[in-house]
């Protein structure tokens, strides 16, 4: 048997055992000799030997002998050090070029174009995110480890993330950077565990060389997940690899996260993303009209309007760019000014929305209302379920529709501890994905209360 015909032979593999596992096992091999009806082949590490013996062995003893070879066993075996020089260059193979799994075979969400640091307005709010987040996209020696990113919905995190990875991978392409949510993150090990390919899950995410999660948060309360993770992360910090998060809030306020996990995720640097100001907010809005010229070319926009924007919707950049798009959007179609006017009737419902500030107490009493419960059951001491739920419910839209903080939704409620409110919170969020009831109450009531 000669190279050739090896080569012959893993494409035959390559149909037999799947791409991945072509990649991650097969591909590595480097056929060595045939002697005594002993086909021996070169293999990095002698765990790899173990395996690749262990599950295709046989496989590959089949092909060779199809392919007319009087072979009885395969060996695998690790090469010496070479005596002198480099080592021996691993041969071209016919089809999947490199050792580690192939990029295009990465898990991870595609890099939003939009996202660069170019497009990221920096104000005083988020100040530090930004040059931190910069820092780590110059790349070089890993500073800190992890950069934890952490602020409100619609506050710029997953753009940060974008950006960073953009300038990385502009400086050295063939970086393998993997950027993927929690959730994703939790779904592909689920995925690796169902097919039990945990070996190639683990050695695909050992691989990379910086590894970003979004919204991280999502992993509380998953515990194997959880527990994955903590391996992952500390694998790629032993081998200095960069690792970025994001959550919606900051790390001890994640409940149901070891405190392991929890300290690791401290051990870099927490930066957080502060609500935006009104100066931050109309740089947005004017960078972002830049942008967008060439979309309405004929588009003009009377003066004030980006200042009552900035001024009247200030929940998040996610809602402005939203409220923005769609102003202009109108404005284009009926080919008119875009006035103040314009600007109120076309937003009328996000500057409603946005505008009437709801409270604790009218939450409770619709809660109660919609529970048919008593409002001082609603908030006193009684902790059967018929009367704990609708609590839970009501400290949870206290703490999404309000600025309240947690310690100041536990005093309406009866004087409860602040963890018993983020308690209360995390248990609805839970159950809202996985209970259409609660969904659907959540749905109504917040209509209710916004309406
Ligand atoms: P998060 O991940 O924190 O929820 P995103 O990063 O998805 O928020 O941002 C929401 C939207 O707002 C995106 O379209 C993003 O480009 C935009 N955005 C947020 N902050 C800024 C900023 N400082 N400058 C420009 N655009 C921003
Ligand atoms: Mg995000």
Not at 231 to 252: E, M, Y
Not at 255 to 260: L, S, Y
Not at 332 to 355: F, K, M, P
Not at 416 to 421: A, E, I, K, N
Request: proline share 5%.
């Amino acid at each position: 048997m000669n190279d050739a015909t090896w080569g012959t032979i893993r494409e035959e593999l390559l149909k037999t055992v799947g791409k991945n596992n072509y990649a991650n096992w097969i591909e590595p091999l480097e056929f060595s000799e045939i002697e005594n009806g002993v086909a021996t082949f070169l293999v990095p590490t002698q765990f790899m030997g173990n395996w690749v013996s262990r599950n295709f062995g046989d496989k590959i003893l089949n092909e060779i002998q199809s392919a007319g070879n009087k072979v009885s066993r395969v060996a695998f075996s690790v090469p010496p050090m070479p005596k002198s020089g480099k080592p021996k260059p691993a041969k071209p193979a016919p089809r999947v070029k490199s050792k580690l799994p192939d990029l295009d075979d990465m898990p991870g969400a595609p890099l939003d174009k939009r996202f660069t640091f170019d497009a990221f307005v920096v104000g005083k709010p988020n100040e530090l995110a930004h040059a931190a987040a910069r820092r780590v996209g110059e790349g070089g020696p890993v500073t800190f480890n992890p950069l934890f990113l952490y602020g409100g919905v619609g506050l710029g995190k997953t753009h940060l993330m974008h950006a960073i990875a953009w300038e990385l991978q502009k400086s050295d392409p063939g970086l393998r950077i993997v950027f993927l949510s929690a959730e994703q993150f939790m779904y592909r090990f689920v995925q690796a565990l169902r097919d039990k390919d945990m070996i190639a899950f683990k050695q695909l995410f050992r691989s990379v060389d910086v590894l970003m999660i979004d919204d991280v948060q999502f992993i509380a309360g998953k515990d194997a997940t959880q527990e994955e993770f903590f391996h992952t992360f500390n694998a790629l910090v032993d081998q200095n690899k960069q690792i970025i998060v994001s959550s919606d809030r900051a790390p001890t306020e994640i409940d149901g996260i070891e405190d392991r996990i929890v300290s690791r995720l401290q051990s870099g640097l927490v930066v957080d993303l502060h609500p935006t100001n009104y100066e931050l907010r109309l740089g947005i809005l004017q960078q972002k009209v830049e942008q967008h010229a060439e979309k309405f070319p004929n588009l003009v926009i009377a003066d004030g309007v980006l200042e009552f924007l900035a001024h009247r919707i200030s929940t998040n950049v996610r809602v402005l760019e939203g409220a923005m798009m769609r102003l202009f959007a109108f404005g284009a179609l009926v080919g008119r000014e875009v006035t103040l006017e314009l600007a109120q009737d076309c937003l009328a419902d996000i500057i409603r929305s946005t505008d009437r500030k709801i409270t604790v107490e009218e939450i409770q009493r619709k809660v109660s209302d919609h529970y048919n419960i008593r409002l001082s059951d609603l908030i006193g001491p009684k902790r059967v379920r018929t009367f704990a739920r609708p609590r839970q419910v009501a400290m949870y839209l206290s703490k999404t529709l309000t600025s309240r903080s947690l310690p100041e939704i536990g005093r309406r409620f009866g004087g409860r501890d602040h963890t018993t409110v983020m308690h209360g919170v995390r248990r609805i969020e839970e159950l809202k994905q996985k209970d259409s009831q609660i969904a659907d109450d959540l749905e109504l009531l917040r209509r209710s209360l916004e309406g």
